[in-house]
């Protein structure tokens, strides 16, 4: 695994320029100045991973840059890619007391990235904890944020951890799945880089996908921890879905975040209207499509993006088709597809066909965005682990699973949230099995 | 509409405001002074004049806080380094062509009866309205005898005081320096020897801040720094005491120009309404110009108005009797805070202010019900931001989600992190309204003790008498 496997495409970084250019030093120092450093404060309260986030930026209005960037990271190993991509608005930011006074939050993702870009501007390592009395080895299935944040806290407390991945590069959709004008693969990468050198081993390449290849983990490991993330992308469930120029959201992602995908043309529809497919219809406008539709079944109000994402697709020129249900693709000539679309209302809780508004988007590719399937495949191979519409269950404190050596979080236990929720998850879970080993030799 | 004027200041200087540049870098030349007399100063003292001095490149240094620049400002600047002759031409010229503004001729020369009767000549001659002397400069011309070596010396003040006053014929001001124990000491000897008023204060000894880097202080010589003299907004509450101590002493009150950490008009109005005649500025205007005066004047105007005071004469000096000895202070008053939920924001820093810094009467309990008492019944701080570490967090990532996240309750801020006042601990010190960023959130409340006023001159005195009494 190197970030050699990224190509470091000079078009790609042009067309996937940085959403939020850094904040120079004195910028972040001015800004630092400005937060009250609340007592308890609500931001860090309101951060799933308990981010003290006075602490680190006052850190950074003081100079001590070094020490921010530890404050970050002791909470959120993540912290670097946290910053990037959290959706601050309803988290940190959105907690920010000045919104009470009518004042600007502070940045607090920013100033976050500020501490994290000097800390690897700095060539720093990350520093051991002390040591616990007691070890576990530990294997975390899933190389995403989830499985890192467990891996990464029990090797900083003196345990083993291996991080068993599928794909040939480790960091889950955080190297696959985000926008790469939020957060670029290799910096993705990069983060992993610096976990691995927390003594964190790496198996990619390898799928866990039977009970014998569990049973090996299980006589290897003492625990195991599932950071499995999602299933596959939903389908339409529409005929003509097989078609050529049918791509979902996240391989789309995935092939130009790797650079397999450099260019579109002509004009893209996107299905969906969450913030996987406004990443999906953004990137179709930056890779070059005229035209980009996002048709929901919805209406506005409805759509399960944040409301900064809505606002960041409109500035892109993504155009939004509301209310309007696909049911068919067809192919014609020369590559192009015609997406059948009609128009649908709300009657009784349900959706209702509006007769004669069928209507045929003609178009170059169709990009399905309606979520992620539920993981089933796996599940049914685990012995004592109860699964719940699709959600694996655990414990809320400890991600313990109904198999106590089995613990479980992110996506594939909450449903699929934000990265910084399946860090916070991952970091319970390797408390909680130190805790438990304690307990057990006591 | 109010007349801001100044007639007979020290007897008899006279400036369309009470606004001077004070003896510094903005009064170098003539032509820096004519700019501010455009600008709207009503006065201006020039840069001290006396045996030109060599100056070192490197002056100035400065002290920011919390992003804001120029908090405080020293400088290791000497006198003028322009010959006695340039300066007194250019001020002939600047009275010649500003006769309604005061310009006073700050002097320092050797401590010779000759010399200081020979420069007093020529700066009257010159047009000077009044002549400064400078007791006051704390860095470079004190090594050499002058300056705040004279300040700092009951006897030399006088003395030299003296000396002028029997060649002036225009009113003297004398410049006291802060570096002093007892600044009223000096005062009182310029009293003696006869001034006509009195400047105050000069610069304070300083050093800003050392380079953490190269180990030098601020500001850098060639690998070295010296005592500076520190002034802008720091020093003001110094200035004021200051200010209040020499006026409120009938054997040191003069008429007074103030000088120190003005900026704005409401630094000038406090100066005036301690019994300053005139102020003087210096550091903000090297900070911004000399347009800073047209807010000074304009700021003064409006507040008159407000007031209903038509002249200076009307307001100076009301604040200086509100200063009083410690022991003239009523016991019995009681002030306790007052938390004003609709406006609060919920950053609880009054709460941690209170825990750590005063007497452990703000709670975070509204929620888990009000507890009055001593601090062994709350949790800590501590154990609060304990809990608060090990809860639960997650992403709102639905609509729904959201809308509960950010529900609106009763008050802006929910009611778990709006802090509660126990008044029957609260001592009333004040503490809390100061660190509060909301205006008018946390106000002081009176409360009626029952208690006829109280000082503990009275309280003592009278316990002297019971001991008397009850002695054998």
């Keep these: 695994m190197s970030s050699a496997a990224l190509s470091d495409d000079e078009q790609l970084r042009a067309r996937f320029s940085e959403l939020k250019p850094p904040l120079t030093t004195q910028a972040a120092v001015i800004e630092s100045d400005r937060c009250l450093n609340c007592f308890d404060a609500p931001c860090t309260a309101a951060c799933p991973t308990h981010i003290d986030v006075p602490g680190f930026i006052k850190r950074i209005a003081t100079g001590n840059l070094r020490g921010s960037a530890m404050r970050i990271l002791d909470a959120n190993i993540l912290g670097a890619s946290c910053a990037r991509v959290c959706p601050v608005d309803v988290l940190c930011e959105g907690a920010c007391v000045l919104t009470r006074q009518n004042r600007k939050p502070i940045q607090i993702g920013q100033l976050q990235r500020h501490a994290m870009d000097a800390f690897w501007a700095s060539g720093e390592t990350v520093p051991m904890y002390a040591q616990g009395a007691r070890k576990v080895r530990v294997a975390c299935i899933g190389g995403g944020p989830a499985s890192l944040a467990c891996a990464a806290e029990l090797c900083r407390r003196g345990s083993q951890a291996t991080v068993i991945d599928r794909r040939d590069l480790p960091g889950g959709l955080n190297t696959y799945g985000v926008a790469e004008y939020k957060l670029r693969a290799a910096d993705s990468v990069r983060e992993v880089e610096m976990i691995r050198r927390l003594g964190v081993q790496f198996r990619c390449g390898v799928e866990v996908d039977s009970a014998p290849a569990l049973e090996a983990l299980e006589k290897e490991f003492d625990c195991i921890f599932l950071g499995l993330g999602l299933g596959a992308m939903q389908r339409l469930n529409i005929p003509g879905e097989e078609a050529n120029g049918v791509i979902n959201a996240l391989e789309l992602i995935a092939a130009y975040k790797t650079g397999h995908l450099k260019e579109l043309r002509g004009t893209v529809a996107v299905v969906g209207a969450g913030n996987t497919a406004i990443d999906a219809a953004n990137a179709a406008r930056r890779l070059g499509a005229s035209t980009v539709y996002m048709v929901y079944r919805r209406s506005e109000s409805e759509m399960s993006a944040f409301d900064f994402e809505y606002e960041h697709a409109k500035q892109e020129g993504v155009q939004f088709l509301w209310n309007r249900l696909p049911v068919a693709i067809r192919e014609e000539a020369h590559g192009r597809l015609l997406l059948d679309t009609v128009q649908v209302r709300q009657q009784e809780g349900k959706l209702e066909r509006v007769p004669e508004s069928e209507a045929e988007i003609a178009c170059d590719m169709v990009v399905p965005a309606i979520g992620q399937s539920p993981l089933t495949q796996i599940l049914q191979e685990l012995r004592g682990i109860e699964v719940r519409d699709g959600k694996i269950v655990a414990d809320r404190a400890t991600g313990q699973t109904g198999n106590p050596r089995y613990y479980a979080g992110g996506d594939c236990v909450n449903g699929g949230r934000e990265v910084v929720d399946a860090v916070a998850w991952g970091k319970r879970a390797a408390l909680a099995m130190l805790k438990s080993a304690e307990v057990a030799h006591a | ?472």
């Excluded at chain 2, 452990?360 to 019944?377: A, K, N, S, W, Y």
């Excluded at chain 2, 090990?390 to 008050?411: C, D, L, M």
């Design chain 2, 1 to 472: 509409m109010p007349d801001i004027e100044v007639r007979n200041f020290a007897g008899k200087i006279n400036s369309p405001n009470p606004f001077w540049l004070a003896s510094a870098p903005p009064t170098n030349t003539g032509e820096m002074i004519m700019r501010a007399f455009d600008a709207g100063w009503g006065g201006a003292v020039w840069k001290t004049i006396g045996e030109p001095i060599t100056n070192v490149s490197s002056r100035y240094s400065a002290m920011d806080w919390n992003g804001q620049r120029v908090v405080g400002f020293n400088n290791i600047e000497l006198i003028s380094d322009r010959t006695v002759e340039q300066n007194l031409r250019e001020m002939a010229e600047v009275k010649k062509r500003y006769p309604k503004n005061a310009v006073i001729a700050s002097l320092m020369v050797a401590s010779t009866r000759e010399a200081w009767h020979e420069i007093v000549t020529r700066a009257e001659d010159a047009g000077a309205d009044g002549l400064e002397l400078n007791f006051g400069c704390p860095h470079g011309m004190s090594e050499r005898g002058m300056g705040s070596a004279v300040g700092q010396v009951p006897e030399y003040a006088e003395m030299i005081t003296a000396w002028v006053k029997e060649k002036a014929r225009t009113p003297v001001l004398v410049k006291l320096t802060p570096n002093i124990s007892d600044i009223r000491t000096v005062a009182r000897a310029a009293k003696r020897g006869g001034a006509d008023g009195l400047s105050a204060i000069n610069t304070i000894n300083s050093i800003t801040g050392i380079d953490l880097d190269t180990f030098v202080p601020r500001p850098n010589v060639d690998g070295k720094s010296s005592h500076g003299g520190y002034c802008g907004p720091a020093v003001k509450p110094i200035a004021l005491n200051m200010v209040q101590q020499i006026l409120a002493d009938p054997e040191a009150a003069l008429p007074l120009s103030g000088i120190g950490g003005i900026g704005t008009w409401r630094d000038a109005t406090e100066f005036l309404l301690l019994g300053c005649g005139t102020v003087q500025v210096c550091t903000a205007v090297m900070h911004y110009g000399y347009r800073i005066v047209e807010d000074m004047a304009e700021g003064l105007d409006n507040w008159m108005r407000e007031k209903g005071f038509k002249t200076i004469e009307d307001f100076r000096g009301l604040s200086l009797n509100r200063v009083t000895e410690w022991k003239h202070l009523n016991l019995n008053y009681k002030i306790v805070a007052h938390i004003e939920e609709q406006k609060c924001i919920g950053c609880d820093l009054c709460h941690i202010a209170c825990w750590d810094g005063a007497h452990q009467c703000i709670h975070l309990d509204r929620v888990t019900g009000p507890v009055d008492g001593h601090v062994e019944l709350h949790r800590t701080p501590a154990a609060e931001e304990a809990e608060s570490r090990t809860s639960i967090a997650e992403t709102p990532v639905t609509r729904k989600e959201r809308a509960v996240a950010f529900a609106q309750g009763p008050y802006p801020t929910p009611l778990e992190r709006i802090p509660r006042v126990d008044e029957t601990e609260c001592v009333g010190c004040n503490l809390c309204s100061l660190v509060c960023p909301v205006d008018g959130c946390i106000t002081m409340v009176q409360v009626d003790t029952g208690l006829k006023p109280e000082t503990w001159d009275e309280r003592t005195r009278g316990a002297a008498c019971v001991t008397q009494t009850q002695a054998p």
